[in-house]
């Protein structure tokens, strides 16, 4: 989980060697893990899942891409 002033994103689907401890300031192009196998979907290619929630709603993370969040 990451959150912004904005923003909550919640990120599935990492390995267990997060790049980041808890409390950790994230800067864009900052690496926070390493794709994994979500083991729900083994039969898929390695990806991960990113949910994003703004004041508790869910939103498309899409909107956010090229953002200055």
Do not use: F, Q, W
């Not at 729900?40 to 390695?46: A, G, L, V, Y």
């Amino acid at each position: 989980v990451i959150k912004s002033p904005t923003y909550t994103a919640y990120y599935s689907g990492l390995s267990d060697k997060i790049s980041l401890s808890k409390g950790s300031e994230v800067k864009t192009g900052d690496v926070i893990g390493t794709a994994s196998v979500v083991p729900c979907e083994i039969m898929d290619d390695t990806h991960i899942h990113v949910s994003i929630r703004v004041e508790g709603n869910y939103v498309d993370p899409l909107t956010l891409i090229n953002s200055n969040e």
